[in-house]
């Protein structure tokens, strides 16, 4: 046999990426174990603590007999069901692999080298990540107190601006802007920005002045409204997603997607969770009360803990050394319990804190308890 030579890796002659890909912080999801430990709390995630619907888990385990089949690249039957459950036009709305792959497809679609995606400062990490990776630049507006800043928004919007994105309620602040200011910010934006409105916790907030958006898809050319099923749904393990858009915007992402973007599975356990209706009821209500215990019983213990309408809340840790952020984020994993740092969302001295379990948030309190005192 002909021998063979090791080829190695010549760092002028190897391939190289197209600029500003190397300068991409990689998203890190939350973690889910602790070196030592076979059984963790894990709230680090915001998922669901009630897991996803019998009938959900039903439909996949049925699925599972035709997986050598490719799944419809439409999903027409989950639009069917999304646009009865939510009185949509089923032609506008598009699936997709959870809607983290919704974000990327708007920035390759509308965005690119030279042109800038803007967002609030403690919005969702995939936005300038998305951004980066089309070769745009990603531009951060200062919140206030927390909370999207509409004037700031508007202030940064310039001829390169071509997206917007604002999770609203946002993750990991969990607040939320009114509908009234969602108008406003409509109204300020030219037409040819878009306006990508990210209502992935819109099922847990329950205020009268809240709106996702999809009113606005329809009288405006230039707004879309992202969805998810990995949260109150209870699937983020299927990645499934979608997005309403005018029917334009939704022409376009259905020409750069993925032919089959969804899974037979997803498509089938999305339909039917959608159907059961009295499980998300029950994963709202166990949300609300034990949101409610766990603001109220962090703030017992001196603790700054914001009013989330999500299903996670974010607790701020003062500055003294051994009492910080990361000194309790240390003592929860030596107990077992997981959380998350907000260090890359700008929040150094914060922790989120998803919503479990009756016992897991006991637990945590308990921890933190020990931590204080």
């Not at 509409?150 to 997206?163: N, P, Y």
């Not at 209502?199 to 409204?225: H, I, K, M, S």
């Not at 959608?274 to 766990?294: C, E, G, I, K, P």
């Not at 959380?339 to 637990?363: C, F, K, N, T």
Request: one cysteine or more.
């Amino acid at each position: 046999m002909p021998e063979t030579t090791a080829i190695k890796d010549d760092p002028v002659t190897a391939p190289r990426p197209r600029p500003g890909i190397l300068e991409i912080a990689p998203y890190v999801g939350g973690e889910s174990a602790v070196p030592g430990r076979d059984r963790v709390i894990k709230l680090a995630s915001n998922e669901s603590a009630l897991g996803p619907s019998p009938a959900a888990v039903a439909a996949m385990a049925a699925a599972a007999g035709t997986m050598h089949r490719y799944p419809d690249g439409h999903c027409t039957d989950l639009r069917r069901a999304l646009a009865d459950r939510h009185g949509l036009d089923p032609d506008r709305i598009v699936c997709g692999a959870g809607s983290d792959e919704l974000i990327s497809l708007l920035c390759r679609a509308y965005a690119g080298p030279g042109d800038q995606v803007l967002y609030s400062r403690h919005g969702f990490l995939m936005y300038p990540i998305s951004a980066r990776t089309v070769g745009a630049e990603p531009v951060a507006a200062p919140e206030r107190d927390l909370i999207a800043d509409v004037d700031a928004l508007l202030a940064r919007v310039t001829k390169h601006t071509r997206l917007l994105f604002l999770a609203n309620p946002n993750n990991p602040t969990g607040t939320y802007l009114t509908s009234d200011a969602l108008e406003r910010l409509r109204a300020g934006l030219p037409e040819r920005v878009v306006l990508v409105l990210d209502a992935a916790y819109d099922e847990y907030v329950d205020r009268p002045d809240y709106q996702a958006g999809e009113r606005l898809v329809e009288t405006c050319p230039n707004v879309v409204v992202t969805r998810t099923f990995s949260k109150i749904y209870g699937l983020g393990g299927v990645r499934l997603g979608w997005a309403y858009a005018p029917a334009a915007v939704a022409d376009v992402l259905n020409r750069i997607r993925n032919p089959f973007n969804v899974s037979s599975p997803a498509q089938q356990a999305g339909i039917a969770a959608l159907s059961d209706q009295a499980f998300v009821d029950r994963a709202r209500h166990h949300n609300v009360t034990w949101r409610a215990w766990t603001t109220d019983a962090l703030r017992g213990l001196g603790l700054q803990v914001g009013d989330s309408v999500c299903n996670f809340v974010l607790v701020r840790f003062p500055a003294a050394d051994g009492r910080d952020a990361a000194a309790a984020d240390a003592f929860l994993k030596d107990r077992g319990i997981i959380v998350r740092r907000m260090d890359a969302y700008g929040l150094p001295d914060a922790l989120r804190i998803s919503i479990g379990l009756a016992e897991e948030m006991q637990a945590c309190v308990a921890a933190l308890t020990e931590f204080v005192g």
